[in-house]
């Protein structure tokens, strides 16, 4: 089956780092784009970024750049989305998403579960 | 960087037909024809409706389409039913800063 499987809710504090996950599953991993999408409680969708996991070459929002880090890990099948000092403006569900074609900008058409980052002191 | 513009809300009664729109500029919707359409309900995760422009994925219904015109695209859902209330989301490439751009959504109520 294809699939992208995230990795569960986290619960940090402000200042405090983190990575998450978002394994694929089911097709050639290292042909296809993974992004990375927030959505903040309530709100709506931002694309944060996106990689390929082939040769990571990484495209940012510019609202995101510099703010997080996306990598890949080709022997793990896995994409990641970390931060190196949490805010509490971070609290969001955070999607990783697969276009429907090998041409990044292309809709996603697969995406994971989401995973609820929640930052409270 | 700033989302493409779509109406807060719209609503429509069981078989009327309703249009969202989402207006960007000539740098995305105006500058390229990749222009997306997804829908979201509650708790899910989205799913797209039309891509560039106007073509459907298999499996959505002929009830949707979607056309462009300048900078200001539009989804319109015909023969509304109860199912399509949802929140509804654009999307297209944006040149310059190499991403894509999603609008701010549009919750459709079916009265």
């Known amino acids: 089956e294809v699939q992208l499987v995230q990795s569960g809710a986290e619960v940090k504090k402000p200042g405090e780092s983190l990575k998450i996950s978002c394994q694929a599953s089911?097709?050639?991993?290292?042909?296809?784009?993974i992004a990375w999408v927030r959505q903040m409680p309530g709100k709506g969708l931002e694309w944060m970024g996106i990689?390929?996991?082939?040769?990571?070459?990484?495209k940012y929002s510019p609202s995101f750049q510099g703010q997080v880090t996306i990598s890949a890990d080709k022997s793990l099948n896995t994409a990641y989305l970390q931060w190196s000092s949490l805010k509490a403006s971070d609290t969001a569900i955070y999607y990783c998403?697969?276009?429907?074609?090998?041409?990044?900008?292309?809709?996603?058409?697969?995406w994971g579960q989401g995973t609820l980052v929640t930052v409270s002191s | 960087q700033s989302a493409l513009t779509q109406p807060a809300s719209v609503s429509g009664s069981p078989g009327q037909s309703i249009t969202i729109s989402c207006t960007g500029t000539?740098?995305?919707?105006?500058?390229?024809?990749?222009v997306s359409w997804y829908q979201q309900h509650p708790g899910k995760t989205p799913k797209v409706m039309i891509y560039?422009?106007?073509n459907r994925p298999s499996g959505v219904s002929d009830r949707f389409s979607g056309a462009k015109s300048g900078n200001t695209a539009s989804l319109t859902i015909s023969g509304l039913q109860a199912e399509d209330e949802a929140d509804y989301y654009c999307?297209?490439?944006?040149?310059?800063?190499?991403?894509?751009?999603f609008g701010g959504g549009t919750k459709l109520t079916v009265l």
């Open positions: 089911g097709y050639s991993f290292t042909t296809y784009w």
């Open positions: 999307s297209s490439p944006r040149s310059g800063s190499t991403s894509v751009v």
């Open positions: 000539s740098s995305d919707v105006g500058g390229y024809d990749f």
């Open positions: 990689i390929y996991p082939g040769d990571s070459d990484t």
């Open positions: 998403a697969r276009p429907f074609s090998t041409t990044w900008y292309k809709p996603f058409n697969l």
């Open positions: 560039d422009v106007g």
